[in-house]
């Protein structure tokens, strides 16, 4: 019978490594959402249309970037007068709400701790929760050492100042929470202009067929994932600008239901709080000048001055 040299004490998990896995939290600002919207376009819905050059992807640009640095640093997305040129999409944020009826897991506001002298670290949504494993031992060992080992009495100490207990009580856990969401409704304007209707009609079609008969969609960034919609209607515009020359424009409205954790760089609270736990509280006795009394037993013969 092969014999089994797993040492199963309380303090050892099997394959512990394999067991533990580590997540990088990363905080969700604007930023974060408007970067997950801008990746869709640009990476997930990945538009193309046809050109004199072939079938090629369309760029997408923030409007908010300033015209200096586009021309800097997208030198082919003009031409040599400094026009854009077609077919180009441009994306732009055109409304952020807090809107208190648009609730996501966390219904009810729940203030965050706070720690006393130290002030308040923040903190409302439990989020994970592990033993400190060294805190926790040098309970239970002090405890085995008092009840088996040198310190216990004649009759109960047996030498073993580590000896394993199946439950032990006083356990540590290292509590981790983060700061509650708060929920956002942001707006975006997504503006596409060509040369041409037909390729208008072919960087268009994807956004109205991509989702089926629904009309709402998932993006996701650092972990962060974010529910938006698009808008029903499409807004459509014809430029005539000469003769021979004319742009064909359609903009779409997308509403992003987001969430923001912490202030940003202006927190002063951390992202993530990590406390510990209490696991024994000892109260003094009371004492009087002139006839004190025990109200506690004693131990062996010796007053205690702390209550069992």
């Given at each position: 019978?092969p014999v089994d040299t797993?040492?199963?004490n309380?303090?050892?998990?099997?394959?512990?490594?394999?067991?533990?896995?580590?997540?990088?939290?990363?905080?969700?600002?604007?930023?974060?959402?408007?970067?997950?919207?801008?990746?869709?376009?640009?990476?997930t819905?990945?538009p193309s249309?046809?050109?004199?050059?072939g079938?090629?992807?369309?760029?997408?640009?923030w409007?908010s970037?300033?015209r200096?640095?586009?021309?800097?640093?997208?030198?082919?997305l003009?031409?040599n007068?400094?026009?854009?040129?077609?077919?180009?999409?441009?994306?732009?944020?055109t409304e952020l709400a807090k809107?208190?009826?648009?609730k996501?897991v966390a219904w009810a506001?729940?203030p965050?701790?706070?720690d006393?002298?130290?002030g308040?670290?923040?903190g409302?949504?439990?989020v994970?929760?592990?033993?400190?494993?060294?805190k926790t031992?040098n309970f239970?060992?002090?405890?085995s050492?008092r009840?088996?080992?040198t310190l216990?009495?004649?009759?109960?100490?047996?030498?073993?100042?580590n000896f394993p207990?199946?439950n032990p009580?006083k356990?540590?856990?290292e509590?981790m929470?983060?700061?509650?969401?708060?929920?956002?409704?942001?707006k975006?304007?997504?503006?596409?202009?060509?040369n041409?209707?037909?390729?208008?009609?072919e960087?268009?079609?994807?956004f109205i067929t991509?989702?089926?008969?629904?009309?709402?969609f998932?993006?996701?960034?650092?972990?962060?994932?974010?529910?938006?919609?698009i808008?029903?209607n499409?807004?459509?515009a014809m430029d005539?600008t000469?003769?021979?020359?004319s742009?064909y424009?359609?903009?779409?409205e997308?509403?992003i239901?987001?969430?923001?954790?912490?202030?940003?760089?202006?927190?002063?609270q951390?992202k993530i709080?990590?406390?510990e736990n209490?696991?024994?509280?000892?109260?003094p006795r009371?004492?009087?000048?002139?006839?004190?009394i025990?109200q506690?037993?004693?131990?062996k013969g010796?007053k205690s001055?702390?209550?069992?």
């Open positions: 019978m797993y040492n199963r309380y303090t050892e998990v099997k394959d512990a490594d394999g067991n533990l896995k580590e997540i990088i939290f990363m905080p969700s600002t604007i930023e974060t959402i408007d970067q997950a919207f801008y990746n869709w376009v640009d990476e819905m990945n249309a046809t050109t004199n050059k079938f090629n992807k369309v760029p997408v640009i409007i970037a300033e200096a640095f586009q021309i800097k640093d997208n030198k082919e003009r031409d007068n400094g026009v854009l040129k077609l077919p180009l999409m441009i994306v732009n944020r809107d208190n009826s648009f996501g506001h729940i965050n701790m706070n006393g002298l130290r308040p670290r923040g409302s949504l439990t994970a929760r592990r033993i400190n494993q060294e031992s239970v060992n002090a405890d050492k009840k088996f080992g216990g009495s004649a009759t109960s100490g047996h030498g073993q100042e207990f199946a009580g356990v540590v856990y509590t929470t983060m700061p509650i969401p708060v929920y956002v409704s942001v975006y304007e997504l503006t596409i202009r060509t041409y209707q037909q390729q208008l009609n960087i268009t079609t994807p991509r989702t089926g008969q629904i009309n709402n998932f993006i996701n960034h650092e972990g962060h994932r974010f529910e938006g919609f808008q029903d499409f807004i459509q005539v000469g003769e021979d020359e742009s424009e359609t903009k779409l997308f509403r239901l987001g969430y923001l954790l912490g202030g940003g760089i202006n927190d002063e951390p709080a990590i406390r209490a696991v024994q509280i000892r109260m009371e004492r009087v000048i002139v006839g004190d025990p506690h037993n004693s131990k010796v001055f702390y209550k069992d």
